[in-house]
C-alpha cells in the first residue's frame, strides 16, 4: 500500500465550479498535513496547512479526519489560475517526521 | 523570493562526467531534503538531514552523494549518471522542532529546482 494516495485526476471543471480532492495516508501515527500546490515546471509551493478540527482560507476549506486517515481539500468558485497539480503532504513518522508526498492531483479550469 | 535557493537551476551532463548541485537556505531550518521528480512521477524522497546528520536515505544508488556542511547548505554530488536520471532534483528545508524522542516539522519550503538532463 502507497503511504499516501491520491486520484491523479485530471479533474477538468469549468470556472465557478465546486471540487474536492481527497488523500489517503497508511501511517497513523502521522502528526502534520498540508495540501501543496505545483505549476508546471515549477516548485511545490505550500497552500495550507490541515489542522484537525478543519480549516478554511477563502476559497479553499481542508478536512482532516484520523480515524479514517484521510485528508480532503474543497475549492469554491474555481478560477482558471486554479489549475495546476494539488500535492497531499503527510509528515510521516520515521525516527524523525519526513514529509511524504501523494503523487497529486492535476486541476484543469476551464473557461 | 524563495528562502531556498538551488543552483544551476539547468545542467546537461554526460555519463562519465562529475558535478554538484548546491542548494542554500535562509530560513533558520534545521533540517534539509533532496527530492527527485521525474516526469509524471511522484516526488521521490532521496535524503534527510536534520540537525546536519542523515536521518534517512531511501536507498539511492551510490551515484548519487550528498553532503551537508552546516545546517544552511546541501549538496548532492553526481558521477556516472544514467539516463534515466534524468529529472527535476528538489531541494527544501524545514523545522525539526523536536520533541523528546520524536520531532516535529513544520512544513517544508522548497528551492526551484534543478532540472538535470543526462546525455
Known amino acids: 500500500r502507497k503511504e499516501v494516495e491520491q486520484d491523479p485526476g485530471p479533474f477538468n471543471v469549468p470556472e465557478g465550479a465546486t471540487v474536492a480532492f481527497n488523500c489517503t495516508y497508511s501511517?497513523?501515527?502521522?502528526?502534520?498535513f498540508f495540501w501543496y500546490r505545483q505549476d508546471c515546471r515549477k516548485e511545490p509551493k505550500l497552500l495550507m496547512s490541515?489542522?484537525?478540527s478543519g480549516n478554511e482560507d477563502g476559497r479553499f476549506t481542508a478536512q482532516l479526519n484520523r480515524a479514517s486517515q484521510y485528508i480532503s481539500l474543497l475549492i469554491r468558485d474555481s478560477k482558471l489560475s486554479d489549475s495546476a497539480t494539488y500535492l497531499c503532504v503527510v509528515n510521516m513518522s520515521g525516527g524523525s517526521y519526513i514529509p511524504t508526498f501523494g503523487r497529486g492531483t492535476s486541476l484543469i479550469v476551464h473557461p | 523570493e524563495t528562502g531556498v535557493t538551488q543552483t544551476p537551476r539547468h545542467l546537461v551532463m554526460g555519463m562519465t562526467n562529475k558535478k554538484s548541485l548546491k542548494c542554500e537556505q535562509h530560513l533558520g531550518h534545521n533540517a534539509m531534503y533532496w527530492y527527485k521528480q521525474s516526469a509524471k512521477k511522484p516526488l521521490e524522497l532521496m535524503f534527510v538531514?536534520?540537525?546536519?546528520?542523515?536521518?534517512e536515505n531511501n536507498s539511492v544508488p551510490s551515484r548519487f552523494s550528498p553532503e551537508c556542511p552546516n545546517s544552511s547548505h546541501l549538496f548532492l554530488h553526481l558521477h556516472t549518471l544514467q539516463p534515466e536520471d534524468s529529472a527535476l532534483y528538489l531541494c527544501?528545508?524545514?523545522?525539526?522542532?523536536?520533541?523528546?524522542?520524536?520531532?516535529?516539522?513544520?512544513?517544508?519550503?522548497f528551492g526551484q529546482g534543478t532540472r538535470l538532463t543526462v546525455v
Open positions: 527544501a528545508s524545514s523545522q525539526d522542532l523536536g520533541s523528546r524522542d520524536r520531532y516535529l516539522n513544520t512544513e517544508a519550503f
Open positions: 501511517n497513523s501515527a502521522s502528526q502534520s
Open positions: 490541515v489542522y484537525s
Open positions: 538531514y536534520s540537525l546536519e546528520e542523515r536521518v
